[in-house]
């Protein structure tokens, strides 16, 4: 079993940036493929970023691209993601989730096996 506990979130201005963990307990951290999702209300939860077990290879949603960045310390059980750049339309909780076996792109539909509660961002004008 896994247990995935995210921080970090807050409110913020546009234009601002924010860093969001994910703290994961259990099963080897290292084994895991890490991604993040958000949901916005009203809206359907989208594929925000997936990062490998080592790291090594990454995706992005092209609505974050270039302004996100996912990392992960095996270290430290940890996962992060980076938030430049903030829009109004990033606002949405957002949670981290975990799959083991091989790693596959962002929009693959293979489901994820362990969720966090999700964490609340929220990018003012």
């Known amino acids: 079993q896994v247990q995935l506990v995210e921080s970090g979130g807050g409110l913020v201005q546009a234009g601002e940036s924010l860093r969001l963990s994910c703290a994961s307990s259990?099963?080897?951290?290292?084994?895991?493929?890490m991604a993040w999702f958000r949901q916005a209300p009203g809206k359907e939860r989208e594929s925000v970023a997936i990062?490998?077990?080592?790291?090594?290879?990454?995706d992005y949603a092209d609505s974050v691209k270039g302004r996100f960045t996912i990392s992960r310390d095996n270290a430290k059980n940890t996962l992060y993601l980076q938030m430049n750049s903030l829009k109004p339309e990033d606002t949405a909780v957002y949670h981290c989730?975990?799959?083991?076996?091989?790693?596959?792109?962002?929009?693959?539909?293979?489901?994820?096996?362990?969720w966090g509660q999700g964490t609340q961002v929220t990018v003012s004008s």
């Open positions: 990062i490998s077990t080592r790291g090594g290879s990454t």
């Open positions: 259990g099963r080897t951290f290292s084994s895991l493929n």
């Open positions: 989730a975990a799959r083991g076996g091989l790693y596959y792109p962002l929009y693959s539909t293979k489901p994820y096996d362990y």
